[in-house]
C-alpha cells in the first residue's frame, strides 16, 4: 500500500507562485513514475503534470507547460509541483498520484494510488 501527502496549496493572488509536495511512504518511492492531477467544481479531473521513476522525464500538458514544474527527490521520497504564473483558472484541488509504471503518462488509468488533494486557490 501506498499513502501520498499533499502540501503547499493554498490561496494566492493571479500572477504569482505556489509550490506543492507529495510525501510518499509504504512503497518503494525510487521504481515507479508520479503525478499530478486537478479537478475544479464542476470540471472533469484534468491531467497536470507527470515524471518518470528517475525524473529524466515529465510530461505537462499545454495548459500548463512553461508556467509549472514537476520535479522529485527520491532520497525524500517527495515529487514537486512548482507553479509559476497561476491563473485564476488554476483554481482546483491538486491530487498527487503514483504510478503502476515507469513512464510519465497523462492518463489517470496509470495510477493505481491517489492522495487526499490540497486546494489551490487563485484570485484575480
Known amino acids: 500500500q501506498v499513502q501520498l501527502a499533499e502540501s503547499g496549496g493554498g490561496l494566492v493572488q493571479a500572477g504569482g507562485s505556489l509550490r506543492l509536495s507529495c510525501a510518499a511512504s509504504g512503497r518503494s518511492f525510487t521504481t515507479y513514475a508520479m503525478g499530478w492531477f486537478r479537478q475544479a467544481p464542476g470540471k472533469e479531473r484534468e491531467f497536470v503534470a507527470a515524471?518518470?521513476?528517475?525524473?529524466?522525464?515529465?510530461n505537462l500538458p499545454d495548459s500548463v507547460k512553461g508556467r509549472f514544474t514537476i520535479s522529485r527527490d527520491n532520497a525524500k521520497n517527495t515529487v514537486y509541483l512548482q507553479m509559476n504564473s497561476l491563473k485564476p483558472e488554476d483554481t482546483a484541488v491538486y491530487y498527487c498520484v503514483c504510478s503502476r509504471g515507469l513512464s510519465a503518462r497523462s492518463d489517470a488509468a496509470e495510477y493505481a494510488y491517489w492522495g487526499q488533494g490540497t486546494q489551490v486557490t487563485v484570485s484575480s
Open positions: 515524471i518518470s521513476w528517475n525524473g529524466r522525464s515529465t
